[in-house]
């Protein structure tokens, strides 16, 4: 196996596909010499490429995953599976829907697997939080809102909703275990022209269902945090706590069944207990490469495949277009895939 893209993200999956007894990372890449010098500076066995080609030639390299900055996803990928090699794609997939489309089709003619980093859904939260609407206890869900929001890390090619975005979006389509009918946004460049350091987007599904997601690489606080009203109970997702991140309040409420005056009208609020679900501390990337060694292994689709990537970016480009038309909702044809939304085996998440 080999990775390439050694920058922040990168050595975080080296570390984990090491750790897998089941994997041989045997090969790096990069362009930045000095960023291969400090992994081959951890591990001494890894050969080390500047040149993507001459990593894909390396014998024996069965596949490869990238975590690059998000325009040379395709060209790389690209590569990779012309290679015949199976390949795991950071999120986001690709730049466009255009480009997925072409990585899903070259994958199957190849026979190859191809699977995207929606990390999130291999999290223990997230998938305690899908067991739990699943399971029904949160009543119809009303509504989703998410925030995540730091200061930086800016980047140049991609707004802050392609940055960011991504990891709320997959989260969000999972547990509502549906594609939306309409995106809108709208957000602004404050510090590099023209690419959005906040964006406000929201998503529309059926039933007057619909999520918002804050992104933002300006404000002073790291904020993680998501919430899921349902008409039962409510669920409050802080990613940045140590020990409590889920917290399910038994809050609702409801109106009268019938009355005759308005006297008689009271709304009536339900008050229950809050419980936090204990949740066994992991690390979700960990979950993710050892999905891609078993979906190797056995031939299977992964979870998070090609269309998952496929589907998420054709939220992000509605969300651009969006953007782009001062905040338009941006409606899609029944033609979107759908992808299964399959919860994530137990066998995974133990
Ligand atoms: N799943 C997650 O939670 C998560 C978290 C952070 C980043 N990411 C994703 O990981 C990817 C990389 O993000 P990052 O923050 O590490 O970016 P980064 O800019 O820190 O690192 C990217 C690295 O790729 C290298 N690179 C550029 N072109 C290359 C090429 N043609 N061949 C080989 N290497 C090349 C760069 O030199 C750089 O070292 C992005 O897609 C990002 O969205 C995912």
């Known amino acids: 196996m080999g990775v390439i893209g050694c920058g922040y993200w990168g050595p975080n999956l ?17 362009p930045r010499e000095e960023r291969l010098q400090h992994i081959c500076s951890l591990y001494h066995d890894l050969a080390a490429f500047t040149n993507c080609e ?30 015949g090699k199976h390949t795991f794609i950071e999120k986001p997939m690709a730049a466009s829907s255009a480009e997925c489309e072409e990585l899903i089709e070259i994958a199957k003619r190849q026979g190859l697997i191809l699977m995207v980093g929606h990390t999130f859904l ?28 730091n200061l930086g890390l800016f980047q140049k090619d991609i707004n802050v909703a392609w940055d960011l975005a991504p990891h709320d979006i997959s ?14 946004c709208t957000g602004n460049a404050h510090v590099t022209p023209n690419v959005e350091d906040t964006t406000n987007m929201s998503l529309s599904f059926g039933k007057r269902r619909f ?39 038994d809050v609702r409420v409801e109106r009268p069944p019938h009355y005759d005056t308005f006297a008689e009208f009271h709304y009536s609020y339900h008050y229950g207990d809050s ?21 190797i292994q056995t031939g299977s689709e992964p979870i998070t495949s090609g269309i998952a990537g496929l589907e998420l970016v054709r939220i992000l480009e509605a969300a651009s277009a969006s953007l782009a038309a001062g905040g338009a909702p941006i409606s899609f044809s029944a033609k979107n895939p759908v992808s299964s939304f399959q919860a994530i085996p137990a066998k995974s998440a133990a």
């Open 171 to 184: 989260i969000i389509l999972h547990v509502l275990g549906a594609f939306p009918t309409a995106v809108n």
């Open 14 to 30: 080296i570390r984990n596909f090491r750790s897998l007894p089941s994997c041989n990372l045997a090969a790096i890449c990069d």
């Open 54 to 83: 001459k990593l894909l030639e390396m014998p024996g390299l069965t596949a490869v995953a990238i975590a690059t900055p998000v325009r040379h996803h395709f060209p790389l990928a690209k590569a990779a599976l012309l290679a």
């Open 275 to 295: 419980y936090i679900p204990h949740i066994k501390q992991e690390e979700p990337l960990k979950l993710v490469c050892e999905h891609f060694i078993e979906c």
């Open 211 to 249: 999520a918002t997601i804050q992104s933002s690489w300006l404000e002073p606080r790291k904020i993680r945090e998501m919430t899921i009203v349902g008409t039962k109970r409510m669920i409050v997702y802080d990613d940045l706590q140590n020990h409590e991140k889920i917290r399910v309040y």
């Open 122 to 149: 291999y999290s223990a939260p997230v998938r305690r939080i899908v067991e739990i609407v699943r399971a029904g206890d949160l009543g119809e869900i009303c509504y989703i809102n998410s925030r995540r929001l």
